[in-house]
């Protein structure tokens, strides 16, 4: 029988765990009313950029379930809060390729919004333009200005970071682009590559242990993705869930070197396991 030991709180990612797009994954309300019950705090930690906290919060009570906003971390709000501990004061002009998720932690963090086609123009003696920054999340109304203005702004100097570099995003109807696709587009235009924020870089799951105030040792991460989430977890000193609902399959693990600690179908069979504990 399967059994998550010593442990005190989850870290779980949401698309392809808990739902694909608007569709909830089947046992998410069993599942939340097992964590409450047994008085296990957890924080829903996404790569996704695209909504805010109150958005993911508004999300869930749509399928029957009850959050709090501090039980939701996104990689935009990771990204901002890297960026403004890691930036100097003065860099806060930044250029966003993202939807309200990744411009409103942003903006609430200090950091000014730049526009299409504002960018510095050296040979014209304009320097006070363009962005410091560009910053990388998933856009479904992704334009090829956005594209063009976030080059020009690279190519002039500015340092690129990303929310996350995942290359795909499940939705109902099956794996759609995500943000990594973005990337290698600017990547292949700039030669830059960016500084990304997301899994499997552990910094997404470092400032959910904060959230928790527990500990790496103490705490168990539930994905769906081996290339992002389980990864992350390893990169992150931390045990893993593999989940088969989201992108990873059973044959793909025995294609990587790192592993899950454990392998479930579902979230209902984390259910069933955490009621035998």
Do not use: C
């Not at 870290?11 to 994954?25: A, K, Q, S, T, Y």
């Not at 998933?138 to 290359?167: E, V």
């Amino acid at each position: 029988m399967t059994v998550l030991d010593d442990f005190d709180s989850f870290i779980i990612d949401m698309d392809g765990v808990l739902w694909h797009g608007n569709n909830p994954i089947d046992g998410i309300i069993e599942f939340f009313a097992m964590l409450r019950q047994l008085q296990i705090p957890f924080v829903l930690a996404t790569n996704n950029a695209s909504l805010t906290q109150q958005q993911y919060v508004d999300k869930l009570a749509n399928m029957g379930i009850t959050v709090a906003t501090d039980e939701i971390l996104t990689s935009s709000m990771a990204t901002a809060r890297y960026l403004v501990t890691h930036l100097p004061p003065e860099i806060r002009r930044a250029f966003v390729i993202g939807e309200q998720g990744l411009r409103q932690p942003l903006l609430d963090a200090g950091f000014f919004l730049t526009e299409l086609y504002q960018v510095n123009q050296p040979d014209k003696g304009i320097f006070d333009q363009g962005a410091d920054i560009v910053v990388s999340g998933l856009d479904r109304q992704l334009t090829w200005d956005k594209l063009a203005t976030a080059t020009l702004n690279i190519k002039a100097g500015a340092h690129f970071f990303a929310t996350n570099a995942d290359t795909t995003l499940p939705t109902e109807l099956g794996d759609v682009i995500g943000n990594g696709g973005t990337i290698a587009a600017l990547e292949a235009a700039t030669g830059v590559k960016p500084i990304s924020i997301g899994k499997p870089q552990p910094i997404l799951y470092q400032q959910a242990l904060e959230l928790l105030g527990s500990t790496r040792e103490r705490t168990i991460a539930i994905g769906d993705r081996l290339d992002t989430d389980i990864l992350g977890a390893v990169n992150a000193g931390m045990r893993s869930v593999l989940v088969l609902t989201g992108i990873s399959t059973s044959d793909d693990i025995a294609r990587v070197e790192y592993q899950p600690t454990w392998v479930m179908a579902d979230i209902t069979e984390i259910t069933q396991t955490l009621a035998k504990n």
